[in-house]
């Protein structure tokens, strides 16, 4: 597989009255064609603006890319004009964000909001574009699509609107679908509904996908890779069966302990990780996790650790951690 998606070294600030914000450090990783990666971490950890910054979507100011390269399908994306941008978002990268509410037009139809994008970037006909969109509304699983796209988004349930944003991310046929926290509002049912539409249209369409989420659970369901990101670093990344069973940094093993059917029976207690995100306005130094860490040394403090192979581990296993965390759960259970 060759990567679709190459990130070098990105770095974002924030230019607030509080200070600076260093959302988003030093991240680098490679997306293969055709992988689905799922970004996880908890509220605040650099997941969307990462994105954003990738999209040409940061606000500026406050925000401001300090440094980085976002290589995508051979092209830097953050060298683009905003009119290149512009075609290279909804086009070649499909986007989902959370809210449909606020991400769809409330005053214009569906059927107008899916066929905009093809006349734009695929220079459809309008006959055609909307004949495309009935097409796409069926696609993710909405019936009656002739009626339907002459509807307003107000008449679409939580559910449905996200399966109009959906169609409006795949109408043209991106290598790239990103989404950030799409099903987080929905109820579960529905959002495993939504899940199974997204691993459906995957198979068939053989895109790339970024999932981003809080939910560890959620990652397990559609993912081949996770990385886990913390106070604007990616501190884990791996083949998703190697992070589910063979975690290596201490923030990853919390997130899976905090999973509502972690463990056996006879202790199914909600396991939260104690104390509080970091704050990102002062200068990063050591390892972020390093005060909530139970497993943290005195070098996690001072040395931020880099993101590396892990020893004896999957290929494509990679940990920033100064401790052998294995090691290190070994010997709590024997001191059980
Ligand atoms: N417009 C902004 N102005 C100032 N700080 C921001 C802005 N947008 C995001 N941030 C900060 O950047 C950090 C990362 O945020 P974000 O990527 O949204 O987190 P996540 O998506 O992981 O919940 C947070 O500390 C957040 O407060
Ligand atoms: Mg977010």
């Not at 976002?70 to 994306?77: N, P, S, T, W």
């Not at 309008?126 to 107000?154: F, K, M, N, S, T």
Request: neutral net charge; hydrophobic residues 45%.
């Amino acid at each position: 597989m060759s990567a679709l998606l190459d990130v070098r070294g990105l770095r974002v600030r924030f230019d607030t009255p509080g200070g600076t914000v260093h959302a988003v450090n030093d991240v680098s990783y490679t997306l293969a064609d055709g992988e689905t990666l799922g970004v996880v971490g908890e509220s605040g950890s650099g997941k969307s603006v990462h994105v954003l910054a990738m999209l040409g979507l940061i606000p500026r100011p406050p925000g401001r890319i300090e440094a980085g390269e976002v290589i995508f399908a051979g092209r830097d994306l953050l060298r683009l004009s905003e009119a290149e941008l512009r075609d290279v978002r909804g086009g070649e990268i499909g986007i989902i964000f959370q809210d449909p509410m606020t991400a769809l037009n409330p005053v214009l139809t569906v059927g107008r909001q899916i066929a905009e994008p093809l006349m734009r970037h695929r220079g459809l006909s309008r006959a055609r574009a909307w004949a495309r969109a009935a097409e796409l509304l069926e696609l993710v699983g909405i019936a009656d699509p002739g009626r339907r796209l002459a509807q307003y988004p107000h008449q679409f349930s939580g559910g449905m609107r996200q399966r109009v944003m959906i169609a409006i991310a795949i109408a043209c046929d991106p290598k790239l679908l990103i989404a950030d926290e799409p099903t987080t509002a929905l109820d579960v049912t529905v959002q495993a509904q939504i899940l199974r539409l997204v691993r459906d249209l995957k198979a068939r369409m053989g895109m790339s996908v970024i999932w981003i989420t809080h939910d560890m659970g959620v990652v397990a369901g559609i993912a081949d890779a996770v990385q886990v990101m913390y106070g604007g670093r990616i501190v884990e990344r791996g083949p998703v069966r190697a992070i589910f069973k063979d975690p290596r940094n201490a923030y990853t093993w919390g997130l899976l302990r905090a999973l509502p059917d972690h463990g056996r029976r006879s202790h199914r207690r909600l396991h939260q990780i104690e104390g509080q995100p970091p704050d990102l306005t002062l200068p990063p130094e050591g390892d972020p996790f390093a005060p909530r860490n139970p497993f943290a040394t005195p070098r996690c403090f001072t040395e931020t650790p880099p993101l590396v192979p892990a020893a004896d581990a999957a290929p494509g296993h990679l940990v920033a951690a100064w401790y052998d965390l294995p090691r290190l759960l070994a010997e709590r259970e024997g001191a059980r």
